[in-house]
């Protein structure tokens, strides 16, 4: 089941707003075959995983034992029902990492394997597997985006100069930020970000896709000739005017009497957006942390900076610093909201 998660991984920022899964097809001991769902629309784990089965070993597939991250799928969607293929192959057991929590499988998988006749296991590592697709798990079972806070600040706490853009992080780290990026279906930032620093919130950086871009824009005063608005990715303009799509630009209107951070995530949750990475500014951050809408939250420290004064970081409230690591000059803390 650990290498059903190792290869589970390999589909991060690909896959979305499919789970990542990994399979693993053992014969006595031997691994006789790999898989993983690489990419929307693609062959799940589970096909993927049969047809590398060497030549040689196809005659192994009836006496095997299947590992999954996730519950095989029973429904029709871009593919076939996985749980179909596994009951036709003539697999005798599935050992199965957790339940899949989408309407259209819950539990319909594991009991379509069990209908015929397969052993099956399930729970092994579920706390691990769980943890894996925690944007595709929070999406379908609290109904709104998984939530991740990432802001850098000096050491003495500031996430901007007075009046005018500050770098902070490195560039090591800044490439880093660019793989979180591709990771997340989509980016958000308030007014004041997009008109100071001007950001294009692509993953520029690293190999991953670009996230749905979007941008707070009360009464739509922002200038068209920001790099936000430059048609190069799919951008949403939350704001208290009008609602629709002109050109490359979608805009979606909020109510004025209404939370804006409780609209935004109900509004990515039906545009079907699992995760959203909030980079700032330091009023919209703390919004979403006063209001309780966040999951986890990324700070990256530059040690060796200070500023005599400043515009201050958001204050994390109900958190618990999970892990921290170190990267030159700069120190990312990583939360979990409690």
């Known amino acids: 089941m650990r290498r059903c998660l190792e290869l589970a991984r390999l589909g991060a920022g690909h896959v979305a707003p499919n ?7 053992v014969f006595e001991d031997r691994i006789i075959g790999e898989g993983y769902h690489h990419r929307y629309g693609g062959p799940h784990a ?12 196809k005659d192994l597939i009836a006496r095997s034992t299947l590992y999954v991250s996730l519950e095989p799928c029973a429904h029709h969607g871009k593919t076939p029902p996985c749980a179909d293929l596994i009951v036709r192959m ?13 309407p259209e499988v819950n539990g319909k998988g594991i009991e379509r394997l069990r209908a015929a006749g397969i052993n099956v296991q399930v729970g092994i590592l579920e706390k691990e597997c769980v943890q894996l697709n925690k944007r595709f798990f929070t999406f379908h079972l609290q109904h709104r985006p998984y939530i991740v806070l990432k802001w850098a ?18 560039d090591i780290t800044n490439r880093l930020v660019h793989k979180w ?4 279906a989509s980016i958000l930032v308030g007014p004041r970000t997009a008109l100071l620093d001007d950001p294009a919130l692509t993953a520029r950086l690293w190999t991953g896709p670009d996230p749905v871009r979007l ?7 922002l200038p068209s000739s920001l790099q936000l608005f430059d048609g190069k990715v799919k951008t949403i303009v939350f704001n208290n005017v009008k609602h629709g799509v002109e050109g490359h630009l ?11 951070i ?31 809408y966040w999951d986890e939250a990324r700070v990256i420290t530059n040690e060796q900076l200070e500023l005599s004064a400043g515009l201050p970081a958001p204050r994390l409230l109900n958190a618990h610093r999970c892990l921290h690591e170190t990267l030159l000059s700069d120190t990312i803390r990583f939360y979990e909201h409690d």
């Not at 789970?19 to 097809?25: D, K, Q």
């Not at 600040?153 to 490195?170: H, P, V």
């Not at 979608?250 to 804006?260: N, V």
Request: aromatic share 4%; net charge negative; proline share 5%.
């Open 153 to 170: 600040q000096t050491a003495n706490g500031l996430i901007a100069r007075d009046g005018g853009r500050l770098r902070i992080s490195n």
């Open 19 to 25: 789970p990542m899964v990994g399979a693993v097809l």
């Open 262 to 292: 409780h609209q935004v995530a109900m509004a990515l949750h039906q545009l079907r957006l699992q995760s959203v990475l909030i980079e700032g500014g330091a009023r919209l951050l703390q919004s979403f942390i006063d209001e309780g």
């Open 181 to 184: 990026r591709s990771e997340e």
């Open 90 to 102: 003539g697999i005798p057991r599935v050992v199965i990492g957790c339940r899949d929590p989408f």
């Open 215 to 221: 941008v707070i824009d009360k009464e739509l005063q």
């Open 250 to 260: 979608h805009y979606y209107q909020l109510a004025a009497d209404t939370s804006l």
């Open 46 to 57: 589970e096909p993927d995983c049969i047809d590398s089965v060497s030549p040689a070993d």
